[in-house]
Nanobody, 122 residues
Framework: QVQLVESGGGSVQSGGSLRLSCAAS?????MGWFRQAPGKEREGVAA???????TYADSVKGRFTISQDNTKNTLYLQMNSLKPEDTAMYYC???????????????????WGKGTQVTVSS
């Protein structure tokens, strides 16, 4: 089991940027970012494998970038051109070896952080 701790959330205006970080106690094959807005289901945002294979949700492509520092067991999510609809609690998650097709499926992840809030105002 991997312990995950997110940080970097906050409040920004539309068009602004934030960088989220996730410190992991160990390594897993796939690391992902998910988000959940009030009244909505948790959805996959971006994921990355240990070899650097990435997957993004269509809603964030071109605006968000996922990356990792394997030497520090830290996952990042650079979020640019933020929109009010990006407002949500953002969670870091870890999974074992899964096909890339499943990278944004929350049911494939076994370890979760407690989340960090991102609020984007118009």
């Amino acid at each position: 089991q991997v312990q995950l701790v997110e940080s970097g959330g906050g409040s920004v205006q539309s068009g602004g940027s934030l960088r989220l970080s996730c410190a992991a106690s160990g390594s897993r094959y796939v690391m992902g970012w998910f988000r959940q807005a009030p009244g909505k289901e948790r959805e996959g945002v971006a994921a990355i494998s240990t070899i650097g294979t990435t997957t993004y949700a269509d809603s964030v492509k071109g605006r968000f970038t996922i990356s990792q520092d394997n030497t520090k067991n830290t996952l990042y999510l650079q979020m640019n051109s933020l929109k009010p609809e990006d407002t949500a609690m953002y969670y870091c998650a870890a999974a074992g070896p899964i096909p890339q097709l499943w990278y944004l499926r929350r049911d494939k992840y076994s370890d979760w952080g407690k989340g960090t809030q991102v609020t984007v105002s118009s």
